[in-house]
Structure formats: C-alpha cells, structure tokens
C-alpha cells in the first residue's frame, strides 16, 4: 500500500497525464483539494470510491484517511491541484507519511501558470528579452522570505508568473513599475483551462481596474513580462533556432541561400 500524490493540473481533465488518469479511474480512496480541483477531474473517480474533502480537513484527519488505507492495503489517492511541488502543501504530509512508515510517491501535473500561458498564447521566454521565469507569489498569512519580495525578484526583469496574487494586483503592480516599466504587458487568467476561464491582457498601469470590474478576486495567475509583448508591435527579438543561416548539432546551416530578405 501507498500513498500517491497525483497532480490534477489546472482544471481540464483532457491536461492530466495518462499516468493520472489511469490512478483515478481505479482508485478505491481519494483525498482531493475541493477549493481548488475541478469537478470534471473528481468525476474521473469510480462512483463507489471513497471521497474526503480536504478543503475542511486537519492535517491530523487526513493522516487518519492514510492510516485507514493502509488497514485495507489499499493505495490512497492524494490528489492535488496543478502539480504538487508547486505550493502544493505537501512536505508535511510526506513527513506524517515517514513518521508512519506509509510508502508515498508523486505524479506530476500541469501546473497552472503553464495553463495560463498557453491561454495568453504567448511564450514566456523570448531572445535578448527574458531567459528566466520566476514562480512567485505575494506575501500574506506565509511570509516571504526578505530576499524573495517581489522588488527583490523585479530588479532581475525576468518574467514573472504569480500565484495567489491577484487579490493584491493593485499592490503588485505599483512593486513592478519601478522595474518593468507602466507599459510592461501584464495577462491575468482566472481558472485557466476551466469552462469559465477568464483572460484579461493590460498594461502595469491598466490592469487592476480591468480585473477589478470583472470582479476576480482569487484562483487567478498573474504574468508579467516583456516578453509577453507582441513580437510585431514591438521590438522583440525572436528566436533564430529555425532559421536557415542557423546550424547546431542537428542541422547545418544553408549557405548557399543568400542573405536575408
């Protein structure tokens, strides 16, 4: 017997892994995130499995759930949303899991500033621009280390994707400013991948009254970035790994193509 965190990804059941989809389909018990998980995604588990809410739940009453499955030698499903390395709130179970001597191990899933991306349709990376993406958040109830405040992590321009932020965008948005300039391209995505998916696209300057009068409060990502610009409206370099004058160790480069147009 094990327990087995899976990642539930962002909301769409067609983004699990294959491996994800297989766990639930046969699971007999299932912890999941009802805050944060889809019900299309709780769905997947068989009608007579055993379902415990976490959202109301002690770290000492799914402890026992742990304890239970391995009574019936029966693998528990510990189903978190997105991935679970990521904010997922699970170091202390694992530890209550090696106080116990339960045997755990983890699947990954898509994590939502990955949904988020790809609902903005945009690259998080580009040339010359941002090489680097930050996944942050804003302090709250968890503090965050001195270091890792939001103006420390601007001063490196690197694209910036922050969870649990949104409620504070205002706040956010005057941090980033100084650094990524008024006219940095900002997208907010609630729920991404959800049915009621919401994407907003703005400016640092103009972005909170936009998600202010669509009235999104929580369960949303932010990103910020240079990159997330327009590579036709601005000038953005792009990437040269296609291009024909460009050789590596799989293609050679065409020389006898001429110079560019």
């Avoid at 889809?38 to 304890?67: K, N, R, W, Y």
Wanted: hydrophobic fraction near 40%; charged fraction near 20%; aromatic fraction near 6%.
């Amino acid at each position: 017997m094990k327990v087995i965190f899976v990642g539930a990804g962002p909301g769409d059941p067609d983004l699990l892994t294959v491996k994800a989809q297989r766990l639930l389909s046969e699971c007999r018990i299932c912890v999941y995130a009802g805050s944060l998980v889809s019900p299309e995604v709780v769905g997947l588990v068989p009608g007579d499995a055993e379902l415990h809410d976490s959202a109301g739940m002690t770290l000492e009453q799914i402890e026992a759930v742990f304890v239970k499955g391995r009574q019936q030698n029966t693998d528990v499903i510990r189903l978190h949303t997105g991935d679970p390395a990521i904010y997922g709130a699970i170091r202390e179970q694992m530890h209550a899991l090696d106080r116990l001597g339960i045997d755990y191990e983890v699947v990954p899933g898509v994590s939502s500033f990955q949904a988020a991306a790809a609902a903005l349709k945009t690259e998080l990376t580009a040339p010359e621009i941002s090489q680097t993406i930050i996944l942050s958040r804003t302090s709250g109830r968890t503090p965050m280390p001195v270091k890792q405040e939001l103006a420390e992590l601007a001063r490196t321009e690197s694209t910036l994707c922050l969870f649990l932020s949104v409620h504070k965008l205002a706040h956010v948005a005057r941090e980033l400013i100084p650094y990524y300039g008024a006219d940095c391209p900002i997208g907010v995505v609630f729920r991404a991948s959800w049915p009621d998916e919401v994407v907003l696209r703005g400016t640092l300057a103009d972005i909170a009254p936009k998600v202010a009068e669509a009235g999104i409060t929580r369960t949303a990502m932010l990103i910020v970035g240079a990159a997330l610009g327009s590579d036709r409206e601005q000038d953005i370099p792009v990437s040269q790994l296609y291009h024909r004058h460009f050789s590596h160790g799989y293609r050679s480069a065409d020389a006898d193509s001429g110079a560019d147009s």
